[in-house]
């Protein structure tokens, strides 16, 4: 398999146990995750070779978040050290008509202070064939922002494949207007080979929408081809973009979601049949997973973006079921839902 690196933020997750809310607790589970850090999780799961790019502070917690990523396969070597604290978020998990809450607690962290010529990207890039970033990483600071397209350009330069998952957090954007925030995202998703992002990404950071579809009277049955608009709009917009791949959700509840994804190369819309995905476990990381599922499945099928996208929504499908922040889950395990085996039997 081709090395991949994922750069971006990674951060301690504290949740109340079980679906308890805020108020109810009096302690909470401990995990580490980001959109990048989880991608390279699922990656070093199915085999391949993966580093992980961020900034940590230089303390016992900065080192439990390195020592995560090494414990799963992940590539940490040239992490970056420097400020205060690693970034925080707070996850109140959801059920049946109550949706999960996030509250963020990053501001100052080490990677939302980082500065242009930190990562030296020709070094990090030495051997490698796939860089992927996501919309969750420019939204943190200005500066950021500028280390992120620092690195597009050197893996554009080098003739690296990009991908993107745009990711609209809006939490997250608070050091600029909406019109800087546009202007940043188009030039970073324009070195971008592979495009990921569903409606709200497309329309809150482009003005992209999906022709005839109103997401919040179809949320409960969320057709493939009402995408198609989208997708072309996104190849028109950003021509280096070979594939543009979008998932959909149905949240019928919080604990019962429909699963499916789109994919668009210019020419043929591919499409995945549609899981029904009821007692979620934990749906934060489900896009990561997917990404994750993606890379993979377009490095093993370089050919078959079907059986790439089959791949993808079956592994993400499996993540709902795992606690915490990361898929941990193996190719053969996804596989087996691929065959169409979703029966949960005991292996024995």
Known sequence: MKKVVTFGEIMLRLSPPGFSRFSQTNSFDVVYGGGESNVAVSLANYGVPVDFITRLPKNDIGECAMMEMRKRGVGVDKIVYGGDRLGIYFL???????????????????????ESGMINWEEVFEGVEWFHWTGITPAISQGAADVCLEAVKAASRLGITISTDLNYRAKLWKFCNDAHREAIMTELTSYCDIVLGNEEDAEMHFGIKPAGLDITTQAHDVKAEAFLSVCEQMIKKFPKAKKVITTLRGSISASHNTWAGVLYDGTTLFQTRQYQITDIVDRVGGGDSFMGGLIYGLLKYPEDDQNALNFAVAASCLKHTIKGDANLVTVAEVEKLMGGDASGRVAR
Do not use: L, P, Q
Request: avoid cysteine.
């Open 92 to 114: 109140e998990t959801g059920a049946v008509s109550r949706g999960s809450k996030v509250v963020y607690d990053r501001a100052h962290s080490a990677i939302a202070e980082i």
